[in-house]
């Protein structure tokens, strides 16, 4: 892989991972099309995809740390209350268990679990069909098309009032199962989560945020399941330069991409994104026949 190459997928990393119109898809495409060969299998992806969860962090940074205090406060009270329960128990007493879910940002905790949980079954069980069908231009051309008719949706669909508090878990584990079909490459990931999300009633800024942030687990935990195939890998310090290149641009493009796409939800403009779904999504189910 050359430089070049490189910085044109953290870019195209960058956009795609946070616009509604598939990262996955896209570079599926691009190295369908191109013929480009990462030289060390799935490294640059985790390291792209690394980046992009970099620049969630960044947007989002004040809303994690609660949320990471608010984690650490529940699995204190959890012990506690193991503790008051053994207690009573073994005395007959009474003793007032602590409330876990107490406010917003331990609810929404507690939803990210509920939307992980499905979405980590999903991809672990999924990814050998997923890296198959990466390999042509006829899935992600048809999971483009899909892409654009749940962005059509997302623009007609009513404005909902609910922030965590409102959310039932139900609706948190519903969204985990699409973030886990998702994974599909040409089914956008944000357009998919968001979508739901909408349906379920979120309010679209809530929606957008509920989005990004319950993909750190879901992207950590990729990187986790795929660290024992880099270790049997090799890779020269110039390539990993060449990577670390890539995985930058793609966090900072990708920083830009969250900003803009909070304002794009708030005006219903999805249907722009819906008509470049389509129109790419047919480029490439044409190419699959004439490449």
């Known amino acids: ?38 030289d060390t ?9 690394l980046g992009t969860l970099f620049a969630v962090i960044l947007v989002y940074k004040k809303d994690i740390y609660k949320l990471i ?66 390999k042509t231009l006829l899935v992600p051309g048809i999971c483009l098309l899909i892409t654009g008719v749940l962005l059509l949706i997302t623009d007609f669909s009513k404005d909902g009032q609910k922030v965590p508090k409102d959310v039932s878990y139900s609706n948190g584990f519903l969204i985990g199962i699409c973030q886990g079909i998702a994974t599909l490459p040409g089914l956008s990931r944000s357009g998919a989560t ?15 945020k509920y989005s990004f942030i319950m993909s750190i687990p879901a992207i950590l935990g990729a990187a986790l399941v795929e660290l024992p195939a880099l270790g049997s890998e090799s890779i020269t310090f110039k390539l990993f330069g060449i990577y670390l290149i890539g995985t930058i641009v793609a966090s900072f493009v990708g920083y830009f991409c969250i900003k803009g796409l909070l304002n794009i939800v708030k005006k219903k403009k999805f249907k722009y994104f819906a008509y470049y779904c389509f129109t790419i999504g047919f480029i490439a189910i044409a190419a699959n026949y004439l490449v």
């Not at 430089?3 to 044109?8: G, R, T």
């Not at 299998?41 to 995809?49: A, C, E, K, P, S």
């Not at 968001?194 to 957008?208: E, Q, T």
């Open 1 to 38: 892989m050359t430089l070049i190459q490189s910085i044109l997928m953290g870019i195209i990393q960058g956009l795609t991972e946070f616009l509604p119109i598939s990262s996955s898809g896209h570079l599926a495409i691009f190295q369908n099309i191109f013929n480009i060969n990462t």
């Open 41 to 49: 299998g799935l490294l640059f992806d985790v390291m792209l995809h």
């Open 69 to 134: 205090r608010e984690t650490i406060r529940m699995i204190r009270d959890i012990t506690i209350n193991l503790k008051l329960w053994s207690r009573n128990r073994r005395t007959g007493e009474a003793f007032r268990y602590k409330k876990i879910v107490h406010n917003n940002y331990s609810k929404f905790v507690v939803l990210i679990i509920f939307s992980t949980v499905p979405t980590g079954i999903i991809g672990f069980v999924a990814r050998d069909l997923v890296a198959y069908l990466g």
């Open 194 to 208: 968001i979508v739901a999300c909408l349906l379920s009633g979120f309010n679209r800024k809530f929606a957008v």
